[in-house]
T-cell receptor, first 115, second 113 residues
Framework: GAVVSQHPSRVICKSGTSVKIECRSL??????MFWYRQFPKKSLMLMAT?????????EQGVEKDKFLINHASLTLSTLTVTSAHPEDSSFYIC???????????FGQGTRLTVV | KQEVTQIPAALSVPEGENLVLNCSFT??????LQWFRQDPGKGLTSLLL?????REQTSGRLNASLDKSSGRSTLYIAASQPGDSATYLC????????????FGAGTQVVVTP
C-alpha cells in the first residue's frame, strides 16, 4: 500500500508556543489530505481537509486560526498548532488517498503534549 | 448526520477463540467501509476495505462483512492470538465526502495466552 509519513511522532512543548506537524506522501501525489484528532479513549474526529494549492476546509467547531493547515506541495501537508495550551494535548493523525483511489492511508500519528 | 457505533467497547478472549467485532452506521449512503487496527500510542493499520457494492472481504484470518441496507459490518478474526490484542476501529466513507472517514469509538481487544 501507499506510504504516508508523519513527523514528529512525539512532541512536548511549553504552553504558548507553536508546534508544526508534517504529513508526507512518500510514493504518491496527494492532492487531498485529512487531519484527525483523537482524544484519549475516544474516536478519531476529522478536523480539516487539506487541499493542495488552496485553503483548507475545516470541520464545524475547529478553530482555523489555532490549527493552521498548509498544503504547499503534492506530497506535503503541515498542521501548525498555534499558541498551544494544555487542552490541545492530543493525538493528531493525517491521512491521504491516492488520486482516483478509494482507500485512505494514514501516517503514524503525533502525540502532542503541552505543558 | 452519520453515526458509527462499535459494540462491544472492550472484549477479552482466550487464545484460539474466534473474535467477532461489530460496527453499525446510521446512513447507508456510504462509499466504502474500512477496518483498522490501532496499537497503544500508535497510528492506524488498515486491515480491510469493503466497497459499498461488496458483501465481504477476506485477508488471512480476517474476514469482514458488509450489509449496507441494515447499516452493519462485522469483523471476524479466526483463531485469535495474543498478538491480535489491539483496538479495532471501523470507519465509513460517505458518498458525498470521498476520502473523509467517520470513525467508531473502537473495540479494545485483549487475547490472553
Amino acid at each position: 500500500g501507499a506510504v504516508v509519513s508523519q513527523h514528529p511522532s512525539r512532541v512536548i512543548c511549553k504552553s504558548g508556543t507553536s508546534v508544526k506537524i508534517e504529513c508526507r506522501s512518500l510514493d504518491f501525489q496527494a492532492t487531498t489530505m485529512f487531519w484527525y484528532r483523537q482524544f484519549p479513549k475516544k474516536s478519531l474526529m476529522l478536523m480539516a481537509t487539506s487541499n493542495e494549492g488552496s485553503k483548507a476546509t475545516y470541520e464545524q467547531g475547529v478553530e482555523k486560526d489555532k490549527f493552521l493547515i498548509n498544503h504547499a506541495s503534492l506530497t506535503l501537508s503541515t498542521l501548525t498548532v498555534t499558541s498551544a495550551h494544555p487542552e490541545d494535548s492530543s493525538f493528531y493523525i493525517c491521512s491521504a488517498r491516492i488520486p482516483l483511489g478509494t482507500e485512505a492511508f494514514f501516517g503514524q500519528g503525533t502525540r502532542l503534549t503541552v505543558v | 448526520k452519520q453515526e458509527v457505533t462499535q459494540i462491544p467497547a472492550a472484549l477479552s478472549v482466550p487464545e484460539g477463540e474466534n473474535l467477532v467485532l461489530n460496527c453499525s452506521f446510521t446512513d447507508s449512503a456510504i462509499y466504502n467501509l474500512q477496518w483498522f487496527r490501532q496499537d497503544p500510542g500508535k497510528g492506524l493499520t488498515s486491515l480491510l476495505l469493503i466497497q459499498s457494492s461488496q458483501r465481504e472481504q477476506t485477508s488471512g484470518r480476517l474476514n469482514a462483512s458488509l450489509d449496507k441496507s441494515s447499516g452493519r459490518s462485522t469483523l471476524y478474526i479466526a483463531a485469535s492470538q495474543p498478538g491480535d490484542s489491539a483496538t479495532y476501529l471501523c470507519a465509513v466513507c460517505k458518498t458525498d465526502s470521498w476520502g473523509k472517514l467517520q470513525f467508531g469509538a473502537g473495540t479494545q481487544v485483549v487475547v490472553t495466552p
